[in-house]
């Protein structure tokens, strides 16, 4: 059986931490029915692009999401569409008129190994960073509660990396719940909000695939964290 081409391969392994801000950091979302809204829009590109999303978080002037797709070139014509028709019912509904969102939306390439639950967990504790909610799963719009507490989430594809935390899944419930609640020395670098999240070797391969020049940083080298352990 032929191999796959280098940059599938490496797609494989690779999500993508999509963000987007309103516009001057305003509201997108004004009630339930904005929140709910998006997500059914979510749903809708999701069967439309077959992306895979592993993470979500709807904060009141911003989005997270952590996906994975099969040609990630499609990622732009994605986000354009999702982010248009969201535009589109807001200004219907509110007779808004003006940019809604603030520029290009980012997405920074994440390595599966490590990063991913570094990524989910950041993503998930954006309400508890906010100052809205004590625990992160007590947020309805996001996919805290499927992965602490089981509840269904037909928009999820589950993180693969989170299914290997164990083979029970009130224990995989239980890890993510103390993941979400102590600390992770992962978590600068999902901050830095780099075009690329992962060790040194992914970000040179990944920009070997893309033709990318790796921009010489000043200073000492990074150190690469000590790989993280679910307990």
Not at 78 to 84: D, H, K, P, Q
Request: include cysteine.
């Amino acid at each position: 059986m032929p191999r796959k081409p280098r940059a599938m391969q490496l797609a494989d392994r690779v999500a993508y931490h999509v963000m987007s801000r309103g516009h001057n950091r305003e509201a997108v979302f004004g009630d339930t029915g904005d929140f709910r809204h998006f997500l059914r829009l979510l749903g809708r590109y999701r069967e439309r692009f077959g992306f895979r999303l592993y993470h979500y978080c709807l904060m009141t002037n911003h989005v997270h999401l952590l996906v994975q797709l099969e040609n990630p070139r499609r990622l732009s014509s994605l986000m354009a569409g999702l982010l248009l028709a969201y535009t589109r019912y807001y200004n219907r509904r509110y007779g808004f008129v003006g940019h809604l969102w603030q520029g290009r939306f980012k997405s920074p390439a994440v390595q599966r190994e490590r990063y991913w639950l570094t990524c989910g967990r950041y993503l998930e504790r954006n309400p508890l960073a906010a100052g809205l909610v004590k625990a992160p799963w007590d947020y309805a719009w996001s996919s805290c509660r499927a992965y602490a507490l089981g509840e269904p989430d037909a928009l999820l594809t589950e993180d693969p990396e989170y299914a290997e935390l164990s083979p029970a899944p009130a224990r995989r419930q239980s890890l993510w719940r103390e993941f979400l609640m102590g600390e992770d020395l992962c978590e600068g670098v999902i901050r830095r909000q780099e075009w690329a999240i992962g060790n040194a070797d992914f970000c040179r391969e990944l920009a070997a695939v893309l033709g990318r020049p790796l921009a010489a940083r000043r200073g000492r080298p990074r150190k690469e964290p000590a790989a993280k352990e679910v307990h």
